[in-house]
């Protein structure tokens, strides 16, 4: 059973930096994709960054020159450096992985969810 465990959020000061991490275990399937979203209560989750399996990053135009995703070596964890952090970057982080099924479909999984806060 695919299992992700995210940890690292809290709350810090705005210009502050915080880092996530999202440990994922029980994958036996090719990676896709790792990456993060986020939600603020009342809204959409919205898309922040992800890296694919050969190491490609991508961003919400949002966040993008401030955060960073990153795998490490074994690649079964990703993390989130975030930068430079407002007040609006407020909101619950969700990590999620997407893996190639046996039959080459794409299944994703999501952890619970880390709050970060920013404010002064």
């Known amino acids: 059973q695919v299992q992700l465990v995210e940890s690292g959020g809290g709350l810090v000061q705005p210009g502050g930096s915080l880092r996530l991490s999202c440990a994922a275990s029980g994958i036996t399937s090719p990676i896709n994709y790792m990456g993060w979203h986020r939600q603020v209560p009342g809204n959409k989750r919205t898309f922040v960054g992800s890296?694919?399996?050969?190491?490609?990053?991508n961003y919400a135009a949002a966040v993008r020159g401030r955060f960073t995703v990153s795998r490490d070596r074994g690649g079964n964890t990703v993390f989130l450096q975030m930068d430079n952090l407002k007040p609006e970057d407020t909101a619950v982080y969700y990590c999620?992985?997407?893996?190639?099924?046996?039959?080459?479909?794409?299944?994703?999984?999501w952890g619970q969810g880390t709050q970060v806060t920013v404010s002064s």
């Open positions: 999620y992985t997407t893996i190639r099924q046996r039959d080459g479909s794409p299944v994703t999984y």
């Open positions: 890296i694919s399996g050969s190491g490609t990053d």
